[in-house]
């Protein structure tokens, strides 16, 4: 069945660091990859998301590229901030389902 | 403000005393889900629901029950709580389907003594 696996965590970071946080995926038919956030406290939030082969999603500064020949969405920021402490879900959604299947999550610390 | 809204935050019962946590949204999304979240395990697919009166099992829906009366809630029920349903728990609605942007509460932490 579809999966994806993420890579552990914590990741602790001094601000300003170049961030990496991989992703890869299994699944059937092409499903669209999403980047989903969640500050301490809070609900999860969709950071960024894309539906198709090399669709590159961007938000605040955060980019993944959906790469179908390695099946991999990995996060990157070239410049993180303290304020991106959060705990980052890779995830998919696709086919018959119609649901969201998760990675475990990253744990990212920065540190100032 | 577009937003789910799930309540109780926080709520400490004991085995087998029934629990009903509400989850209402005020964006007309036809999709509604719950989900349980464990360390090391991610977030996993408890019920959902495509549309009113249309409710389905997810991942793991056993020890739990939903009802979808009216487009706006999505209640999740549990009968008879046990210990092993402590967890943290996320209401999430979308448009059509969880491809598209999924918006979640702010999630109940529920602990079964």
């Known amino acids: 069945g579809n999966s994806v696996t993420q890579m552990e965590g914590p990741v602790t970071l001094s601000e300003e660091a170049f961030l990496t946080i991989n992703c890869t995926y299994t699944a059937t038919g092409y499903p669209s990859l999403f980047w989903y956030v969640q500050y301490p406290g809070e609900g999860l939030q969709l950071l960024l998301k894309?539906?198709?082969?090399?669709d590159k999603g961007s938000n605040k500064g955060f980019e993944a590229t959906y790469r179908k020949e390695t099946t991999s969405f990995h996060l990157e920021k070239g410049s993180v901030q303290v304020s991106d402490s959060a705990v980052y879900f890779c995830a998919l959604a696709g086919g018959a389902t119609n649901k969201l299947i998760f990675g475990t999550g990253t744990l990212l610390a920065v540190q100032p | 403000e577009a937003q789910v809204t799930q309540n109780p935050r926080y709520l400490i019962t004991v085995t087998g005393k029934k629990l009903t946590v509400t989850c209402s949204q005020n964006?007309?999304?036809?999709?509604m889900s719950w989900y349980r979240q464990d360390p090391g395990l991610g977030l996993r697919q408890i019920y959902y629901s495509m549309n009113v009166e249309v409710t389905d099992k997810g991942d793991v829906p056993e020890g739990y029950k939903v009802s979808r009366k009216e487009k706006r809630n999505f209640p999740l029920i549990l009968e008879s709580p046990s210990p092993n349903q402590t967890s943290l728990y996320f209401c999430?609605?979308?448009?059509?389907?969880?491809?598209?942007?999924?918006?979640f509460g702010q999630g109940t932490r529920l602990t079964v003594v």
């Open positions: 999430a609605s979308s448009m059509t389907g969880m491809n598209t942007e999924a918006f």
């Open positions: 964006m007309n999304h036809e999709y």
């Open positions: 894309a539906t198709k082969a090399d």
